[in-house]
């Protein structure tokens, strides 16, 4: 049920209310505009559309971060247990480390934690950085170049996703979308009235409705962008679950 009460909030209200009144004005004062309805494509959808777009891929690439984070956390780990040279307790250190990376990147990326920051991670990344000069003798060439490439990739991971997080959607676009879906009832309710001509009671409940109709469906497909904008902060039902993606001692082999 929530899938359906989720759009619901206090600009639906609103945007209703206003169609409401216009469309009891237009009957009141025979107030129509005969117009048609291209310029609902070209105001309101492309760029509702646009937008959308935009907060999916941003949604989705933020999937793959998170996985190629995951997988390439695991290789350094993997590097290093496999290397008889390295001792059990550097490589609980190590583990320690890259368990603390995954943790801190999900409470960062998490709005309801606002303790962490990129700075401690990022120092993170730097004591990985010394553990693998520090333990390079170990390592035959080819298993270096691949330990240095898993750690940059990893650290590529947490920029990207961070950036995700802290850049939305241009915020001018969103406010025009929603500003025009609060004025775009005076613009079509007169139109509709126009070319549907209410001549008796049933008809004119039915054309209100209809109105009532198109002025949600444009704030739902709003709504909907705002709650996809952001799928760290577990508001919107498809939004990224954060707490799959922190890594527990049971992932490492030592």
């Not at 190629?68 to 993997?78: P, V």
């Not at 120092?123 to 330990?147: C, M, R, S, W, Y």
């Not at 947490?158 to 500003?179: D, M, Q």
Request: glycine residues 2%; negative net charge.
């Amino acid at each position: 049920m929530r899938n359906f009460t989720i759009v619901f909030n206090i600009k639906v209200f609103f945007v209703l209310l206003i169609t409401s009144v216009v469309y009891y004005l237009c009957l009141k004062f025979n107030f129509v505009i005969d117009n048609d309805y291209n310029i609902i494509s070209i105001a309101i959808i492309f760029p509702l559309v646009f937008s959308i777009t935009s907060a999916f891929n941003k949604r989705q690439e933020s999937l793959k971060y998170f996985s190629e984070l995951r997988s390439n956390l695991i290789s350094i780990s993997d590097f290093f247990s496999s290397t008889s040279e390295i001792s059990i307790q550097t490589n609980r250190e190590v583990n320690k480390i890259l368990k603390n990376i995954s943790n801190e990147n999900v409470d960062l990326l998490s709005s309801s934690n606002s303790k962490s920051d990129i700075g401690k991670i990022r120092n993170l990344f730097a004591e990985v950085q010394k553990k693998i000069v520090e333990n390079e003798d170990a390592f035959i060439n080819g298993e270096k170049i691949d330990l240095y490439r898993s750690k940059r990739e990893a650290s590529k991971c947490v920029e990207n996703l961070y950036s995700l997080n802290i850049h939305n959607t241009p915020k001018s676009l969103r406010a025009y979308c929603l500003l025009f879906i609060y004025i775009y009832p005076l613009i079509f309710v007169p139109s509709i009235i126009a070319n549907l001509k209410p001549e008796f009671e049933l008809y004119n409940i039915f054309i209100f409705i209809l109105c009532l109709l198109v002025s949600f469906v444009l704030i739902a497909l709003y709504n909907i962008q705002d709650f996809i904008e952001n799928p760290f902060d577990n508001k919107g039902i498809d939004d990224i679950k954060l707490e799959n993606y922190k890594m527990d001692d049971s992932e490492f082999n030592i």
